[in-house]
T-cell receptor, first 115, second 116 residues
Framework: AQSVSQHNHHVILSEAASLELGCNYS??????LFWYVQYPGQHLQLLLKYFSGDPLVKGIKGFEAEFIKSNFSFNLRKPSVQWSDTAEYFC?????????????FGQGTELSVKP | EAGVAQSPRYKIIEKRQSVAFWCNPI?????LYWYQQILGQGPKLLIQFQNNGVVDDSQLPKDRFSAERLKGVDSTLKIQPAKLEDSAVYLCASRNRRTGGPDTQYFGPGTRLTVL
């Protein structure tokens, strides 16, 4: 069955530190890839997405992610985190041109940024 | 553009009671999803509608969960009777695309259910 694995359950960083959150998926065909963010008390929001084309995608708030097909990975990066980036981050996958868009989520990574 | 609306935001019930959640998707969005998010886990799809038809309900515990989207717009998810393990956040999402292909799902704020 298709699955998504996020490497870190909880990451703690100081402001200005660089961030990389790992995400691996198990499906071998064409995929669409997403990172969602959930700030405290708020709903899930789309951070960035990859459908096709340039494997390096840029999202909101200075985040970017790189799709490496050979590694089945879609890692999220930010060169310098801020306290306001404290949130839970979810990687999600669905099949390209699939049966209707069902998302498979990873278990989430909680990011705490210390001021 | 208004987002996905859900109500109630919070619900506390005792086991064996019934509960219903409501979702109004973004206007014009054909596809609607209900996800269950248990604490410490990512959301898991319960059911997917396209207009008022069910596309995928393979993960829906049909002995106790039911959902409908009668007019192809808003939707209701019901649990009857509830169990302790149903404590979770129930998320509704919608997307515009009617057929397969890449598109973005937009999520509502969720309903946090606590079963005592």
């Amino acid at each position: 069955a298709q699955s998504v694995s996020q490497h870190n359950h909880h990451v703690i960083l100081s402001e200005a530190a660089s961030l990389e959150l790992g995400c691996n998926y198990s499906y071998g065909g064409t995929v669409n890839l997403f990172w969602y963010v959930q700030y405290p008390g708020q709903h899930l929001q789309l951070l960035l997405k990859y459908f096709s084309g340039d494997p390096l995608v840029k999202g909101i708030k200075g985040f970017e992610a790189e799709f490496i097909k050979s590694n089945f990975s879609f890692n999220l990066r930010k060169p310098s985190v801020q306290w306001s980036d404290t949130a839970e981050y979810f990687c999600a996958v669905n099949r390209g041109y699939n049966q209707g868009g069902k998302l498979i989520f990873g278990q989430g990574t909680e990011l705490s940024v210390k001021p | 553009e208004a987002g996905v609306a859900q109500s109630p935001r919070y619900k506390i019930i005792e086991k064996r009671q019934s509960v219903a959640f409501w979702c109004n998707p973004i206007s014009g969005h054909a596809t609607l999803y209900w996800y269950q998010q248990i604490l410490g886990q990512g959301p898991k799809l319960l059911i997917q509608f396209q207009n008022n038809g069910v596309v995928d309900d393979s993960q829906l515990p049909k002995d106790r969960f039911s959902a409908e989207r009668l007019k192809g717009v808003d939707s209701t998810l019901k649990i009857q009777p509830a169990k302790l393990e149903d404590s979770a956040v129930y998320l509704c999402a919608s997307r515009n695309r009617r057929t397969g292909g890449p598109d973005t799902q937009y999520f509502g704020p969720g309903t946090r259910l606590t079963v005592l």
